[in-house]
């Protein structure tokens, strides 16, 4: 079992900037890939970004490819998210995954999962 707790979510203004934080806990010496994934309501899940457990290539979401960086750091169990140049649309519940294997977007195939951190992008 891995617990995933995300962090860094708040509210910027449009332009602005934000870091998210995902630390893992448990069967943290499983090799396993990471994601980020968001929703609004009434919305299904949407994928932004994955990470293979042995590095994060250019696997990014069509909407925040430019935007967003994502990396992680095995040796503290973290997995970030560094948003820039962000837009209202941006606007989310955003949620940390992990599973057993490579990374993907498709949220079916993710086993862990954090509870989630708002996001708000004013105008």
């Known amino acids: 079992q891995v617990q995933l707790v995300e962090s860094g979510g708040g509210l910027v203004q449009a332009g602005g900037s934000l870091t998210l934080s995902c630390v893992a806990s448990?069967?943290?010496?499983?090799?396993?890939?990471t994601g980020w994934f968001r929703q609004v309501p009434h919305k299904d899940r949407e994928f932004v970004a994955s990470c293979n457990w042995n590095g994060c290539g250019s696997f990014y979401g069509d909407s925040v490819k430019g935007r967003f960086t994502i990396s992680r750091d095995n040796a503290e169990n973290t997995v970030q998210l560094q948003m820039n140049s962000l837009k209202p649309e941006d606007t989310a519940v955003y949620y940390c995954a992990a599973r057993q294997g490579s990374s993907t977007s498709w949220e079916s195939l993710y086993e862990y999962w954090g509870q989630g951190t708002q996001v708000t992008v004013s105008s």
């Open positions: 448990g069967r943290t010496d499983m090799r396993y890939a």
